[in-house]
């Protein structure tokens, strides 16, 4: 099945620091990434969506400032959570759909997500 | 109301009991429907697709009922290894494409 690889897999940092998380399909074009953030016991909350070339779309409530998204080719999209603070520890994780067939009748593939700590 | 509401549970079973999870939709304009494990602290996995007719893979049984806008899954034979939280997710165009989750429903299979 597809393929998308997603790192760092954890990082914990200090306050104010800037972290940027890659993701990447493996083995095939995705025009649309998407970035999730999921809170412990709850569920996936969609923050934006990713398309190459062109600006992200982001959802209500999240600052596009603060998080950073970047899907220069059809295979990687980054997202950079600037100044980062400990009320943006969470675990972030991307999925991916495939370019060549219709987004909505396909499963999105996920990313192993990252799993941010900031102290 | 949710756009995909599911029973939070847990359910708490024995091994080899069979189990149900059902999920409700709001969109009837909603498109393709899947059913997603999770483990704690890891990625969904895809589990199945759904379909109208029906699909089975294995253990696992999916029906969808687009009439009732309702999706359920079935484990029969529950193993240990089944415990984990299972998603509902649905892919709509309605105004541009999303995916949404359901909160997932817990289940543990015990010994």
């Known amino acids: 099945g597809a393929v998308v690889s997603q790192h760092p897999s954890w990082v914990i940092c200090k306050s104010g620091t800037s972290v940027k998380i890659e993701c990447r399909s493996l083995d095939f074009q995705a025009t649309t990434m998407f970035w999730y953030r999921q809170f412990p016991k709850q569920s996936l909350m969609l923050m934006a969506t990713?398309?190459?070339?062109?600006?992200?779309?982001?959802e209500q409530g999240v600052e596009k400032d603060k998080f950073l998204i970047n899907h220069a080719s059809l295979t990687l999209s980054t997202l950079t959570v600037t100044s980062a603070h400990p009320e943006d520890s969470s675990f972030y994780i991307c999925s991916a759909g495939w370019a060549g067939a219709g987004l909505v009748d396909q499963p999105q593939h996920f990313g192993d997500g990252t799993r941010l700590s900031i102290l | 109301r949710k756009e995909v509401e599911q029973d939070p549970g847990p359910f708490n079973v024995p091994e080899g009991a069979t189990v149900a999870f059902n999920c409700t939709y709001s969109?009837?304009?909603?498109?393709?429907f899947f059913w997603y494990r999770q483990d704690c602290r890891k990625e969904p996995k895809l589990l199945m697709s759904?379909?109208?007719s029906g699909n089975e893979d294995g253990r696992f049984t999916a029906q969808l009922n687009r009439a009732s806008q309702y999706i359920s899954l079935l484990i029969r034979d529950s193993k240990l290894s089944d415990s984990a939280t299972y998603l509902c997710?649905?892919?709509?165009?309605?105004?541009?494409?999303?995916?949404?989750f359901g909160a997932g429903t817990r289940l543990f299979v015990k010994a």
């Open positions: 997710v649905v892919n709509s165009n309605t105004g541009g494409f999303k995916t949404i």
């Open positions: 969109n009837s304009a909603s498109q393709s």
């Open positions: 759904v379909y109208s």
């Open positions: 990713s398309n190459e070339g062109s600006k992200a779309t982001y």
